[in-house]
């Protein structure tokens, strides 16, 4: 399905450009942190930050701090949570450029690191997500040539097209053609399923048998013969 690679490639995309941000993100903290200076602040506040899609409520702290200089600075941390990572009253440890110390952070994971990590694990979600499809994809095209080329075949009888509901894309289930066959070897019936289509192929099913193509060293392996089902046009 060329939709489900171009989306594979997509989230492939889009994850290495979040891996990407989130080491730029990394590499620029650590050179905050190697050449901020240091102070004892204090929580004054508590900001609510309420998110209205997400129906949350999360406490952003309002700290104040002197300067080795001995200005008073007032600054919001960028970093909110629920519960309120600090208590007002709370004394912490402040962090602060040397040439802006406005440009100031409360030294702990959260206000340094939090972000990066998250934009880290998207990227590392997206990526996964987009490299398993695609190597899923890989796959079954390899498996599908290798079995037309050597596969042992079988005449199964056709059963009918269902949805699979194991498998949802762009919320959607695609079908998928049923077959049965019985084992003349060990007199068990099998159960064969094609590969996902999406369109319902069941006008185009004339035939009462379909051809099946077993993995001559691994039986379990197979791949029905389809060929005779036109293409999607995509485009």
């Known amino acids: 399905m060329k939709k489900l690679r171009t989306f594979s490639i997509v989230f492939l995309i889009v994850g290495g ?8 993100w990394w590499n620029h903290t650590r050179k905050f942190v190697a050449t901020a200076q240091a102070a004892q602040g204090r929580v004054v506040e508590l900001i609510e930050v309420r998110n209205k899609e997400k129906d949350s409520l ?5 700290v104040t701090y002197k300067t080795a200089g001995g200005h008073k600075i007032t600054f919001q941390s960028s970093f909110s949570s629920n519960p309120a990572p600090y208590a007002v009253g709370d004394v912490v440890q402040v962090l602060y450029a040397t040439g802006d110390p406005y440009d100031a952070r409360i030294d ?3 206000s340094l690191w939090a972000g990066p990590t998250i934009i880290a694990v998207l990227g590392t979600v997206f990526s996964a997500v987009g490299g398993g499809m695609l190597l899923v994809n890989q796959s079954g095209r390899r498996k599908k040539k290798y079995l037309m ?21 762009n919320k959607k289930n695609p079908w998928r053609i049923a077959t049965q066959w019985l084992d003349p070897n060990t007199n068990k019936l099998r159960v064969f399923y094609s590969e996902n289509f999406w369109f319902d192929p069941t006008r185009f099913v004339t ?3 379909i051809n099946v193509l077993l993995d001559p060293r691994n039986p379990k392996r197979y791949h029905m013969d389809l060929s005779f089902l036109p293409e999607l046009d995509e485009g």
Do not use: W
Request: glycine fraction near 16%.
């Open 17 to 24: 450009m979040l891996l990407l941000g989130a080491l730029g």
């Open 207 to 209: 035939r009462k048998q």
């Open 108 to 110: 702990g994971y959260g």
């Open 149 to 169: 080329a050597y596969g042992t075949a079988i005449d199964t009888d056709f059963q009918g097209v269902e949805r699979n509901t194991a498998f949802e894309f």
């Open 58 to 62: 999360t406490y952003k702290p309002v």
